[in-house]
Nanobody, 115 residues
C-alpha cells in the first residue's frame, strides 16, 4: 500500500500563486509516475500535470506556462507550483501515484481562486 498526503491548498486571489505538495509513503519502489488531477464542481476529474520517474513532464494545455510540476525522489514528494491563477483553476486537486500497475489517490486539497 501507498499513502498520499496532499497539502498547500487554500484561497488565493486571481493572479496569485500557490504551491501544492504530495508526500508518498509506504511500499514505494521505482519506477513510478506521479500526477496531479483536479475536479471542479460539476466537472469530471482531469489530469493537470504528470511527471515520470525520470523527470519527464506533461501538462494540460490550460495550465501550460503557469504551472510547474516537480518531484524530489529522495523524499518521495511531488510539487505543483501554480502561478497566475485564474478563477477557472478552482477545484479540488488530487495527487495520483502509479506504480507497477496500481493507482493510488490522495484525499484532495481544495484550491479556490476568487477575489
Amino acid at each position: 500500500q501507498v499513502q498520499l498526503v496532499e497539502s498547500g491548498g487554500g484561497l488565493v486571489q486571481p493572479g496569485g500563486s500557490l504551491r501544492l505538495s504530495c508526500a508518498a509513503s509506504g511500499r514505494i519502489s521505482s519506477p513510478y509516475t506521479m500526477n496531479w488531477h483536479r475536479q471542479a464542481p460539476g466537472n469530471q476529474r482531469e489530469l493537470v500535470a504528470a511527471i515520470t520517474n525520470y523527470g519527464r513532464t506533461n501538462y494540460v494545455d490550460s495550465v501550460k506556462g503557469r504551472f510547474t510540476i516537480s518531484r524530489d525522489n529522495a523524499k518521495n514528494t511531488m510539487y505543483l507550483q501554480m502561478n497566475s491563477l485564474k478563477p477557472e483553476d478552482t477545484a479540488v486537486y488530487y495527487c495520483n501515484f502509479f506504480q507497477r500497475g496500481m493507482n493510488y489517490w490522495g484525499t484532495g486539497t481544495l484550491v479556490t481562486v476568487s477575489s
